[in-house]
């Protein structure tokens, strides 16, 4: 179960990730308003970094590591 999943509304809404996309959203937005291309360039590393953080925290990790422990054991 993801970490998130016990979590009420409006911690969901008042959460890290909520001001860190909200911040990347202002950053690329802003960016593109005014044609600067670090502003585009943050806001879509921002927005990357959660979404490869929303991957991460999705995977199911005890059952990959205990998945390549059984492959390690059956391959020596």
Do not use: Y
């Amino acid at each position: 179960m993801s970490p998130t999943a016990n979590r009420t509304l409006p911690e969901r809404i008042f959460s890290l990730e909520t001001l860190l996309g909200l911040i990347g959203l202002g950053l690329f937005g802003g960016g593109a308003f005014h044609g600067s291309v670090m502003g585009v360039f943050w806001g879509v590393v921002i927005l990357g970094g959660l979404v490869l953080l929303h991957l991460v925290r999705k995977k199911d990790w005890q059952k990959h590591w205990a998945e390549m422990e059984q492959r390690s054991r059956h391959h020596k």
